[in-house]
């Protein structure tokens, strides 16, 4: 039997996958804190819902991903930014390779359609398995296997890699990292 204790313990533990499922529905930082608040609000007043035994996580992200569409809808319009111009005039850039990497893979993330972000988002980047994202989703864990797929490929059509080199460390980098340590 799960207590109050092991309860709050398990949503503590859920807070930064929370917040990168939901800074990539959102786009936005401010957001994406506002919706992990709701979700965990909205989880502790409903904790006597949830069923002991089953996986938090991805109950978890239901609710955040339900609090996302709910917020949309009442938000009516919003002002879209496909090519990133509004981003780019507010961002500051970075001095370093892997942010840019970052940044370019943040830009690529929101080009893609909203289904196949969130299956990526939460398979490649939550560590949800197929079938814990398929529960999540809604859907069938084929659907999400072929989303993800769909993703992979255009992620790698939009940031031009042809092969494993082409993207992370380069090559200086590699060789460093790859030194023993002076102890």
């Not at 709701?38 to 989880?43: G, M, P």
């Not at 909203?114 to 079938?131: F, K, P």
Request: aromatic share 6%.
């Amino acid at each position: 039997m799960t207590t109050r204790t092991d309860f709050k313990a398990d949503l503590l533990a859920s807070i930064p996958s929370l917040r990168a499922f939901g800074l990539s529905l959102s786009g936005h930082a401010d957001r994406a804190d506002d919706l992990v608040q709701e979700t965990l609000v909205k989880a502790w007043h409903k904790q006597d819902t949830f069923r002991p035994g089953t996986n938090i996580r991805a109950w978890l992200f239901t609710i955040l991903r339900n609090e996302f569409y709910s917020q949309m809808r009442k938000r009516g319009r919003e002002v879209s930014d496909a090519q990133g111009a509004l981003t780019e005039r507010l961002a500051s850039h970075p001095e370093q390779t892997g942010t840019l990497d970052l940044q370019d893979m943040k830009v690529a993330l929101q080009q893609l359609p909203e289904d196949q972000r969130e299956a990526i988002v939460l398979v490649g980047a939550s560590g949800l398995s197929y079938e814990e994202a398929a529960q999540v989703c809604g859907c069938a864990v084929g659907t999400v296997k072929s989303r993800v797929s769909r993703a992979r490929d255009r992620l790698a059509e939009i940031l031009q890699i042809d092969d494993s080199s082409d993207y992370g460390p380069d090559a200086v980098a590699t060789h460093v990292l790859a030194q023993p340590a002076i102890g």
